[in-house]
């Protein structure tokens, strides 16, 4: 049960900021949180939502590196569907001049997401050719542009036809509908020798049908499972494609490889500043829409990023 409702501001502790939000994204493992289904469980009530971008109110005494005044934006596990969050002042990010804080907040997850699983688990090259499942969603659409800019060919994989126009807008070079067509047969005639990579935050049924249009000695990354299904993989076609499947999990990947990670931010921040990435916002609410944002994503149907706009 998800409603709105007036909550005091907690007041700030040592290390601490207060944010005044001015977007929140809605991200899919939001979904999974409200639902007690998410890998870390929230005892309730709790304020929901992992991603906003805002201006800072309010710092703590001891707080030296933010000031009243600074664009930022910040994640966790719950807290962003509300007008303030107070959270740890280092935890929150300098959002660059002149991008708008919705896009700030729509950047973030689906983004960092994308471009750690391509840059480093996938080690997407010029030239590869990168198949992304779930391509109109968040993390699909980004890995589409991202893949693109990293000099790829993107095969696009989505449920619907409005789907697949934003993800050809997107750079995706050959679009697949799922719901109309066989994937396996489709892969096939489109990669006749084969894909590099399989870029999967889906799951379910799509996973096996693109794991085999992987080329010998191709990459499987494994990101979610939007669908709801984990899907089993035969372990023989593992053995006779010669193929890698991997896992991307955000926090384990922070914390094993820091360098990267380091080096990836930056490389994004510098994409985001110099336009040659631009978010797709598919929907905006106000924070009484919440339950119908989040409907909208657990259900499949979003667009690109959706996002709470507290401006309005
Ligand atoms: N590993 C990590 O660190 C990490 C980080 C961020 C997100 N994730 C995970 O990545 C997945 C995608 O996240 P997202 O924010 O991109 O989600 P999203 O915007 O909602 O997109 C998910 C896509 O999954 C497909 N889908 C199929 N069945 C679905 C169902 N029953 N409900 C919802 N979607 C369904 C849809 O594509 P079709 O058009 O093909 O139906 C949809 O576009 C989630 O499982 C999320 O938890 C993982």
């Given at each position: 049960?998800?409603?709105?409702?007036?909550?005091?501001?907690?007041?700030?502790?040592?290390?601490?900021?207060?944010?005044?939000?001015?977007?929140?994204?809605?991200?899919?493992?939001?979904?999974?949180?409200?639902?007690?289904?998410?890998?870390?469980?929230?005892?309730?009530?709790?304020?929901?939502?992992?991603?906003?971008?805002?201006?800072?109110?309010?710092?703590?005494?001891?707080?030296?590196?933010?000031?009243?005044?600074?664009?930022?934006?910040?994640?966790?596990?719950?807290?962003?569907?509300?007008?303030?969050?107070?959270?740890?002042?280092?935890?929150?990010?300098?959002?660059?001049?002149?991008?708008?804080?919705?896009?700030?907040?729509?950047?973030?997850?689906?983004?960092?997401?994308?471009?750690?699983?391509?840059?480093?688990?996938?080690?997407?090259?010029?030239?590869?050719?990168?198949?992304?499942?779930?391509?109109g969603?968040?993390?699909?659409?980004?890995?589409?542009?991202?893949?693109?800019?990293?000099?790829?060919?993107?095969?696009?994989?989505?449920?619907s036809s409005r789907k697949l126009e934003v993800a050809a807008a997107?750079?995706?070079?050959?679009v697949?509908?799922?719901?109309?067509?066989?994937?396996?047969?489709?892969?096939?005639?489109?990669?006749?020798?084969?894909?590099?990579?399989?870029?999967?935050?889906?799951?379910?049924?799509?996973?096996?049908?693109?794991?085999?249009?992987?080329?010998?000695?191709?990459?499987?990354?494994?990101?979610?499972?939007?669908?709801?299904?984990?899907?089993?993989?035969?372990?023989?076609?593992?053995?006779?494609?010669?193929?890698?499947?991997?896992?991307?999990?955000?926090?384990?990947?922070?914390?094993?490889?820091?360098?990267?990670?380091?080096?990836?931010?930056?490389?994004?921040?510098?994409?985001?500043?110099?336009?040659?990435?631009?978010?797709?916002?598919?929907?905006?609410?106000?924070?009484?829409?919440?339950?119908?944002?989040?409907?909208?994503?657990?259900?499949?149907?979003?667009v690109?990023?959706?996002?709470?706009?507290?401006?309005?």
């Amino acid at each position: 049960v998800v409603e709105v409702d007036d909550i005091p501001t907690p007041a700030l502790a040592p290390g601490q900021a207060r944010v005044r939000i001015v977007a929140a994204a809605v991200n899919f493992p939001d979904v999974l949180v409200v639902a007690g289904e998410y890998q870390i469980k929230v005892p309730p009530p709790f304020v929901p939502g992992s991603e906003f971008a805002g201006v800072v109110e309010a710092v703590a005494d001891d707080v030296q590196r933010l000031v009243a005044g600074d664009r930022v934006t910040g994640t966790g596990i719950v807290g962003a569907f509300a007008e303030e969050a107070v959270v740890a002042a280092q935890t929150l990010q300098p959002v660059p001049s002149g991008v708008d804080l919705r896009l700030a907040a729509a950047f973030g997850v689906a983004h960092r997401t994308a471009y750690h699983v391509l840059r480093s688990v996938a080690d997407v090259r010029e030239g590869d050719e990168v198949v992304v499942l779930g391509a109109g969603g968040g993390v699909g659409l980004a890995a589409v542009r991202l893949a693109t800019v990293l000099g790829a060919t993107v095969t696009a994989v989505a449920s619907s036809s409005r789907k697949l126009e934003v993800a050809a807008a997107h750079g995706a070079t050959h679009v697949i509908d799922h719901s109309t067509t066989d994937l396996r047969q489709a892969l096939r005639e489109a990669l006749p020798d084969g894909a590099d990579v399989v870029v999967d935050p889906v799951g379910g049924q799509l996973s096996e049908p693109a794991l085999r249009s992987l080329h010998w000695g191709g990459r499987f990354v494994t990101v979610g499972f939007a669908s709801g299904e984990i899907p089993r993989i035969p372990l023989n076609l593992v053995l006779l494609k010669g193929v890698q499947i991997l896992g991307f999990q955000f926090i384990d990947f922070v914390m094993h490889r820091p360098d990267e990670f380091a080096r990836n931010e930056q490389e994004l921040a510098a994409l985001l500043e110099q336009r040659r990435i631009d978010p797709h916002v598919g929907a905006t609410f106000t924070l009484d829409e919440v339950v119908a944002a989040l409907e909208l994503v657990a259900t499949g149907q979003a667009v690109g990023k959706v996002v709470i706009d507290l401006s309005r």
